[in-house]
């Protein structure tokens, strides 16, 4: 499954790759963490509890960084394994600037295998939708702070 | 087919529930299960504990508010709903919805709270409540809250009841002399699940029209509703409703492309619409 | 304050029966009945509740035991179908199912007796409609309905 | 009554063969353990110390097994034991393959070994004290994967760019041509040539209710193996488990009660069953499966998937047909398994029911990361009889020809029969012409115009369809060696005893496997007219035992072929128990034999109905009482008689012969009402009309037709194994796999007509498996509604109500498939 978009981030480019970048910030965005670990600069590890309201999805996230062209470009690939459903998941962002502002152009292409792949269909869709709204959501909030923090 | 380990606590008053939900984390209510207990089956999730609302029966009641609101008890089935004379004078399209649920055996055990709480988007009730405008009631160890059906649900399986809290009762306004109810859409089989469809309540030359199976939580077609302004000739409905799939983001799964979804959400807002203000015509809903 | 458990005693009355027994919390109806108390006419025959086989009745509604936790049946009076010919003497229902063919492999057929047995409780003489939305729970993957929808109404004319 | 039986008009009995109970419906000796909860199914059966057993199953389609690590399963209390890939690689062999290269090469283990192939694929096994605890245990169960690649379609696979057996080293499991009479000429005489570019006939199974599953014991003394199960085949499969095993045949005793349904999709349980055997003997306690729903549908047995490709058909001026080609490519998922079987089967019905005698198909099966497919009810003749009728109804539509005459002008007529098929299979009998007027008939075809306006009024497109199918039954095996000349299986035999006890109960033994089809109430029936006594005193015993039954290397059930060689071998049996009761009575009343006749369970005089011994009496004097029987009569009153029937063998280089020997056939036509807005298709009217010769017990037939009829509504509008592009099943459960419950039943007519079999024992065919005529019927229908609607052709076997949204909105796009050149 694809989902894609375009996000304007009222902060200059730099301190939006900052944040991006910098994997305790990007913790902080995805929904869920129960604990973060890195490994090196390239790869890091999250066990996360993914909130699906009738009890969390648990899984263990391995993310790896696959390219970067800083400041505009960067793609990661994410793993995660849980009981009944595997995560597979690659994402990329392109930083633009429009003006004091910054535009993301980001893509997720999300693949869940296993029972839970195989039995949610109907509600995966909405529920990446959604927690996908809620990250750019949570890295808005980030980007404030960083740029609160910088100036 | 096979549950993990679960704890499971069957408490006999809804203080007793409260407490139990707010003392262990990763505690779910089990109302009717015909949801949970089939997720829990695959094992998709995995509550911790189990508070069970079987027994507490002040939540199995169906009565009116004092400002004349259905007070639907979380715990009411929807077998219970669709034979209650109460529904069937103050708002008798939960009854004709509920009539289309599932099965005879998921209506005689599902309750309307399991239902609106679970949020599945192929669910009946969520799109239903919103177009009726229904309230939640939510209870806490800190007391009571009321929340309107635009802000109640907010993801899949997902609602405004959150952890620690119980959700205790649906009130649904009572049926206007001139008002009108309707729901539209396509199943997967005869009475099967929804693909996608609309519901449409007309009263006071207004309409509200919430659609489902189109997005994480119903969605309020505000534009056609808008666009309509009390005339519900099929022209005037078909041209309020033209471009509201554009304006939807649905999923695409084996049953249903994205594109047959927004064009099955068009034609069911204009069908429920022109249905539901058929029956205000009719001082039928 | 009644503190969570994974595991409780359950009383339960089944076909007249009464039996009390430590249950694990985890334990479908369904199981607890087959297993448990080795009454092996309730089938199971799919793991998301749809199919209906597993169709009993519990006080007096009929219902999926897969979707019910066996700790959920404590203090429940349950009748399978083994306690519609408790005597030996076939039911109505049970004859006519028979008579017009309605069962080929029989493995659904527990559960549409139970729910076509609940429907002719509360509805003696049900249209053939009526029939197909009471049964709408049950999958058949044998007779296609016909001689099932049959078996029904037929029953309902005799009673 | 939801049933209209066909008005007395409609129904024929073209029978002038003697009924007795034979032709009657009998109600059912199976049915009163059966409502009452008492029937006995696999999952009913416990030993003492069971363990059960919880498969590890692979949640990619295609990857490597880096590791598997059981350390903390076997740690969790209560956990007996595990095995994995690794063990099943040392201590059986790969199942028996049956094509040739490069399929031949393939290695299919019981669990995956080294590489998992498609989704749910089991790569290990935990068995535990409880089910509960068995599932726990394998969650625990470590498994690391490397995904690879993955290839869900046909025409990709052919690409071998993506190879699942890279023993094979390609993904083609078989490849041949078929060319019968000469379809280059017929199209170059041809006045019209149609040419369709691809259709696709969709997956779906049968998805019997009860799931497959065995409880299997080990007796470590012997070294046998007893598995009580639902296998619907265990003749068969005891050839692939026993050299698997490194055992005998007789090591392996499979025991059958009652089965939940079986369709075909209880014939590839091998790979389960093989290692429940060694956990059984690896652990020295029985052991226990049950297949979920899930399981069912990821992993156990899927139809034949069948791209059609490159039709092209032959037809005169007049809408006689002259012939076709096709390239058919059928796809069989991740392992052969029955396969390539399903490249011949279809042969047996090469020509559908019409007249055309000259066709080429250019046949190829593949592999694809997809579940592995297994028998299904029509199996591979369903296939080939939808393109048949497809192409009828597309020659129709584009030569604006009437889709009723097209089919009675090309139909095999009646005065034609015996007909030989231009592949040398023999159609024994039947009016297919008759049995469609009687179709139409039923839905009331001479008002299908005024009915269409009416909808057309309230916004419903409206349409008639006719589905021409035929059934065919009695396999021989020998159609195998059109694929492999090497295979040494040919012909076909089921077994039965039928034996008089002391006192006197008459009890059959059958080597079939029934699944409801009421194996136990026609048989009683065929021996209780054979042997002078009434259904009720003949004992059938339940299912199947391969110790205590008598079987044959073909016994099972499957293929429409009891009444032929099940019932065969009962009559057989039955005749020979009746001469000898005959003979013992003419020594016990000193008359010659042909004084003596059976009756009203008794031996009696001819000529005088009051001197006659009690069947108990001729059980007791054999069985206790024999001293004074003359030393060279030596009555045993236990008989075993082998149906054999007679196919001859097959011409290898033609690739013809008779694969078959009985046709039954099946003529369906119904009304669809299409929502023009929507397109949701509704059933408004349907009728099958069935002619399977005599009919032993016609309530049965009946309910056979009924179920066929829903199995093929089921897969046209609602029923399909859809994969996206990772290899993930979509529709892995009831929810989305949505099979017709009785509200999406339409109300079924039924008609019957009666054309004896002249080559089956009891002038009865084999039926059943219905041809898919429900699928032929609807997609015709669809077609004729869409007809105004910018007349999309129906280029899939799957129409559900987005398909049909689709054709609707873009007609254009179905119909750059198909193309005419005329003279």
């Known amino acids: 499954m694809r989902v894609e978009g375009t996000k304007e981030l009222d902060a200059p480019r730099a301190v939006v790759w900052t944040v991006l970048n910098d994997p305790a910030q990007m913790a902080a965005l995805m929904p869920g963490v129960e604990s973060f670990q890195v490994s090196d600069e390239r790869h890091w590890q999250a066990k996360v509890k993914i909130p699906l309201g009738l009890g969390g999805l648990k899984m263990t996230i391995d993310f790896e960084k696959l390219e970067e062209t800083p400041p505009e470009f960067a793609s990661l690939q994410a793993k995660g394994t849980g009981v009944g459903a595997l995560l597979n998941m690659t994402t990329e962002f392109r930083l633009s600037e429009a003006g004091e502002k910054t535009s993301m152009a980001w893509a997720a292409d999300v693949r869940i295998a296993g029972p839970v792949g195989s039995m949610g269909q109907r509600v995966l869709q909405p529920i990446v939708n959604q927690q996908v709204g809620n990250v750019l959501g949570a890295l808005d909030a980030q980007v404030q702070k960083a740029k609160a923090a910088g100036s | 087919m096979l549950l993990r380990e679960v ?40 509550p911790e504990v189990l508070v069970d609302l079987g027994r507490l029966a002040e939540l199995r009641t169906i009565g009116f508010s004092s400002d004349g609101m259905l007070e639907l008890g979380t715990m009411v089935t929807t077998a219970q709903l669709v034979a209650s004379s109460e529904v069937d004078v103050a708002r008798p399209v939960l009854a004709e919805v509920g009539a289309t649920i599932a099965d005879q055996q998921v209506r005689n055990r599902g309750t309307i709270g399991g239902n609106v709480c679970v949020n599945d988007p192929t669910n009946h009730f969520p799109p239903l409540l919103v177009a009726l405008a229904a309230t939640f009631t939510i209870r806490s160890a800190s007391g009571e809250r009321v929340v309107p059906a635009d802000e109640f649900f907010l993801g899949v399986y997902l609602t405004a009841v959150g952890p620690g809290e119980l959700l205790t009762k649906v009130s649904v306004p009572t049926r206007k002399p001139d008002s009108g109810d309707a729901i539209a859409g396509v199943t997967i089989g005869r009475h099967g699940t929804y693909i996608a469809n609309a519901t449409a309540s007309v009263a006071d030359g207004g309409v509200r029209v919430a659609l489902g199976c189109v997005d994480a939580v119903p969605v309020r077609a505000t534009a056609m509703e808008a666009a309509l302004d009390g005339d519900f000739s099929e022209s005037a409905v078909r041209a309020a409703a033209e471009g509201l799939g554009a304006t939807l983001d649905p999923p695409s799964d084996v049953h249903a492309s994205a594109d047959y979804r927004r064009h099955l959400a068009e034609v069911s807002a204009v069908r429920a619409v022109l249905q539901a203000a058929e029956r205000a015509k009719a001082g039928v809903t | 304050m009644s503190e969570p458990t994974s595991s409780r005693a359950v009383s339960v009355e089944v076909n007249g029966e009464t039996y009390e027994l430590e249950v694990p919390a985890r334990r479908l109806l369904v199981h607890f009945l087959r297993d448990d108390l080795g009454l092996t006419g309730t089938h199971v025959g799919c793991d998301t509740g749809n199919c209906g086989a597993c169709t009993v009745h519990l006080d007096g509604l009929a219902i999926k035991s897969c979707m019910m936790l066996a700790v959920q049946a404590d203090g429940a009076r349950l009748t399978t179908v083994e306690g519609l010919a408790a005597d030996g003497e076939l039911t109505a229902l049970q004859q006519s199912f028979s008579d017009h063919h309605a069962l080929q492999c029989g493995y659904c057929t527990p559960g549409m007796l139970m729910s076509a047995t609940a429907l002719l409780a509360q509805n003696p003489h049900p249209s053939e409609d009526e029939v197909r939305v009471a049964l709408q729970g049950n999958i058949c993957r044998c007779t296609g309905y016909v001689n099932i929808v049959d078996a029904v109404v037929a029953a309902g004319e005799t009673r | 009554m939801t049933t209209t039986t066909a008005p007395t008009t409609a129904t024929e009995q073209a029978t002038t063969l003697q009924k007795g109970y034979v032709g009657q419906s009998v109600p059912r000796k199976e049915d009163r353990r059966l409502v009452q909860g008492q029937g006995t199914f696999f999952d009913d059966v416990r030993r003492h110390g069971m363990g059960y057993v919880h498969f590890v199953r692979s949640p990619y389609a295609h990857a490597r097994i880096v590791s598997i690590d059981v350390s903390e399963a076997l740690a969790l209390e209560g956990v007996y034991g595990t095995i994995t890939g690794d063990e099943v690689a040392i201590h059986t062999d790969p199942f028996f393959e049956m094509s ?225 080609k096709v390239k058919a490519l059928d796809d069989c998922g991740a392992f052969p398994r029955y396969e390539p079987l399903g490249c011949i089967i279809w042969a047996q019905v090469t020509p559908g029911c019409y007249a055309w005698r000259n066709i080429r198909v250019d046949f190829t099966q593949v592999c694809t990361n997809k579940s592995p497919v297994s028998p299904n009810r029509g199996y591979s003749r369903m296939q080939h009889l939808w393109l048949t009728e497809r192409i009828v109804d597309i020659v129709a539509a584009e030569l604006g020809l009437d889709p009723v005459e097209v089919r009675k002008k090309n139909y095999v007529k009646a005065e034609q029969m015996p007909y030989e098929t231009p592949n040398g299979c023999v159609y024994d009998s039947g009016d297919y012409a008759r049995c469609l007027d009687l179709a139409l008939e039923l839905i009331g075809h001479d008002t299908i115009e005024e009915r269409r306006a009416e909808a057309k009024g309230r916004g419903k497109l409206l349409g008639l369809g006719i589905g021409s199918t035929l059934d065919s039954g009695t396999n021989n095996f020998g159609q195998s060696q059109l694929l492999n000349p090497e295979l040494q299986f040919s012909g076909n035999n089921e077994a039965a005893t039928v034996k008089l006890d002391i006192f006197g109960e008459v009890v059959v033994t059958l080597g079939t496997v029934p699944q409801g089809q009421g194996h136990e109430t026609t048989a009683a029936q065929v021996v209780a007219d054979i042997i002078g006594c009434t259904p009720d005193q003949v004992n059938v015993r339940r299912g199947h035992d391969t110790w205590f039954n008598s079987s044959a290397g073909f016994s099972g059930t499957y293929a429409s072929q009891f009444a032929f060689t099940g019932l065969g071998a009962v009559k057989g049996a039955a005749e020979l128990l009746r001469d000898e009761m005959i003979k013992l009575a003419s020594i016990v009343f000193g008359v010659p034999e042909d004084a003596v006749e059976l009756a009203d369970a008794q031996a009696r005089l001819k000529e005088n109905h009051e001197a006659a011994i009690p069947f108990m009496g001729l059980g007791a004097i054999v069985n206790a009482n024999n001293a004074f029987l003359p030393p060279d009569f030596n009555p045993t009153l236990n008989h075993r008689y082998v149906c054999r029937p007679i196919f001859g063998v097959v011409d290898k280089e033609a690739k013809k012969g008779k694969l078959t020997l009985t046709y039954a056939t099946q003529i369906h036509a119904c009304v669809v009402e299409i929502d023009e807005e929507t397109g949701e298709v509704e059933i408004v009217d349907y009728a099958a009309v069935d002619d399977c010769g005599i009919r032993i017990n016609p309530q049965i037939v009946e309910g056979q037709v009924h179920g066929a009829t829903a199995h093929a509504i089921g897969a046209v509008l609602h029923e399909t194994f859809a994969y996206d592009e990772d290899g993930t099943l979509l529709t892995s459960n009831f929810y989305d796999y949505h099979v017709p ?83």
């Open chain 4, 100 to 324: 040739v290269e490069p399929g031949s090469r393939i290695k299919d283990y019981a669990l995956a070994v080294g590489k998992v192939r498609h989704m749910g694929e089991p790569v290990a096994a935990v068995c535990a004290a409880t089910r509960e605890l068995a599932r726990d245990a394998a969650d625990l169960v470590q498994v690391e994967y490397e995904p690879l690649d993955v290839v869900v379609d046909g025409e990709e696979a052919l690409k071998d760019e993506v190879v699942l057996h890279d023993d094979a080293g390609s993904n083609v499991v078989w490849q041949g041509v078929f060319d019968w009479g000469d379809v280059d000429q017929a199209l170059a005489e041809a006045d019209h040539v149609v040419k369709i570019k691809k259709l696709h006939f969709h997956r779906f199974s049968s998805t019997p209710l009860e799931c497959a599953g065995a409880l299997v014991e080990y007796d470590k003394g012997t070294g046998e193996w007893t598995i009580h199960c639902n296998h619907q085949m265990p003749g068969v499969g005891a050839i692939w488990m026993a050299p698997a095993l490194r055992t005998g045949i007789d090591r392996l005793r499979f025991v059958t009660q009652d089965i939940g349904g079986a369709f075909g999709n209880k014939i590839c349980l091998h790979p389960q069953f093989v290692v429940l055997c060694l956990l059984a003997r690896k652990l020295g306690r029985p052991v226990q499966w049950t297949e979920w729903r899930t399981d069912q549908h990821t992993a156990n047995a899927h139809g034949n998937e069948r791209t059609f490709l490159d039709v092209e058909v032959a037809v005169r001026s007049d809408g006689t047909m002259t012939g076709f």
């Open chain 4, 741 to 823: 419950h009785a509200l999406d039943m339409p109300t079924l007519k039924t008609g019957a007509i009666e054309s004896p079999s002249p080559v089956a024992p009891l002038g009865a065919k084999g039926m059943g498996e219905g041809g898919g005529g429900g699928i032929h019927c609807v997609c015709s229908a669809i077609q004729d509604a869409l007809r105004p609607a910018g007349g999309a052709i129906v280029y899939d076997s799957h129409n559900p109500n987005h398909r049909v949204w689709e054709m609707l909105r873009d007609p254009e796009a179905t119909r750059a498939n198909v193309e005419v050149v005329s003279k």
């Open chain 2, 7 to 46: 704890e499971y606590a069957c408490p006999d008053t809804v203080e007793e529930a409260i407490d139990l939900l707010a003392a262990n984390d990763g505690a779910r209510a089990l109302a009717g299960g015909q949801t949970l207990i089939n997720v829990m089956k695959a094992r998709a999730a995995a």
